[in-house]
């Protein structure tokens, strides 16, 4: 018996390098990954994809962390014309002022600790858990952070891989 290839990779499958990769670069940023996750195609089902896209994120030095961290927008600001980070980033939505106020000043003051945006997974998160995260997270030392975030940026690509599989139709994933 034959498994269904779901439709979106069938799709990453058969898109031309040049769109195989453009696929790839919504879900993570860094050129490294891309390079690899694209050179790993055909895959014969979604746990090979996902398994490929584990050792690919693995094997980012920290300048390919960076260019991936570098594709995603502060909490609380996702990206105009981007469904991905705002269908991430919902529980930002509708928080009070204060808030979003709150959030907007400790993700400076991450980003002038570590270099970085502050990156979690912020898919069903509401606003008081992301501040109560930054508030957290801005305490770790430099190593401890950059572990941290290669693991949300693990959790982040694999729902986005997940919405590519699955996607009926092209457009599919990109919707909010």
């Known amino acids: ?13 058969s898109a031309g ?6 696929l790839l670069r919504e879900v993570c940023a860094a ?8 050179a ?10 996902y398994a490929a896209a584990d050792a690919a994120l693995a094997a980012l030095d920290d300048a390919g ?23 991430e980033q919902r529980g930002m939505a509708g928080a009070p002022e204060a808030l979003r ?10 980003q002038e600790r570590f270099g970085h945006v502050f990156l979690i997974c912020a ?22 952070e950059r572990r941290l975030a290669r693991g949300e940026l693990g959790k982040i690509n694999r ?5 590519l599989v699955e996607a009926q139709t092209p457009n599919e994933g990109a919707r909010p």
């Not at 729902?159 to 919405?163: D, E, F, G, M, S």
């Open 123 to 144: 898919t069903g998160l509401g606003a008081v858990e992301l501040r109560d995260a930054l508030r957290e997270r801005i305490g770790n030392a430099p190593e401890r």
């Open 31 to 38: 050129a490294g990954w891309v390079a690899a996750v694209a």
């Open 101 to 110: 106020a709150e959030v907007l000043e400790l993700n400076l003051a991450y």
């Open 159 to 163: 729902i986005r891989l997940t919405r």
């Open 1 to 13: 018996m034959t498994s269904r290839v779901p439709p979106g990779l069938a799709r990453l499958n």
């Open 65 to 87: 962390l960076a260019e991936a961290m570098a594709g995603h927008p502060p909490i609380g600001r996702p990206k105009p014309g981007d469904p991905a980070s705002a269908r």
């Open 40 to 49: 790993g195609r055909p895959y014969a089902d979604a746990a090979r994809l």
């Open 17 to 22: 390098e040049q769109d195989a990769r453009a």
